[in-house]
């Protein structure tokens, strides 16, 4: 997991911060952020990390494709970052 830890950091960081997140979830290729405010988020900014293929907003979520290493960043940003998971999990360090 440590191959993403500054993915994870800045991928929370340009959400709007730990403290706009109020859950996350993922897909095959996605992570779902449900954000308090989405205007928060810098979108541009996530779209031209190296990492992340775009980003999406629909139907509530703020998703950020990532790819096939979703699961991998999605378990760091849990573990590093102290985001609760949509089903309410945590993997804090």
């Known amino acids: 997991m ?3 830890t500054q993915l994870a950091a800045d991928i929370v960081k340009n959400v709007g911060g730990k403290g706009n ?4 979830a993922h897909c095959i290729t996605r992570l779902r952020f449900k954000l308090k405010d989405e205007k928060k988020a810098n979108t541009d900014v996530l779209k031209a990390m190296d990492g992340v293929v775009t980003v999406v907003q629909f139907g509530g979520q703020y998703q950020i494709v990532i790819g096939t ?6 378990d760091e940003i849990l573990a ?3 985001i609760q998971a949509a089903d309410g999990n945590t993997l804090a360090r």
């Open 21 to 24: 997140v109020v859950s996350l």
């Open 2 to 4: 440590a191959k993403y």
């Open 69 to 74: 290493e979703v699961d991998e960043v999605y």
């Open 80 to 82: 590093s970052q102290g």
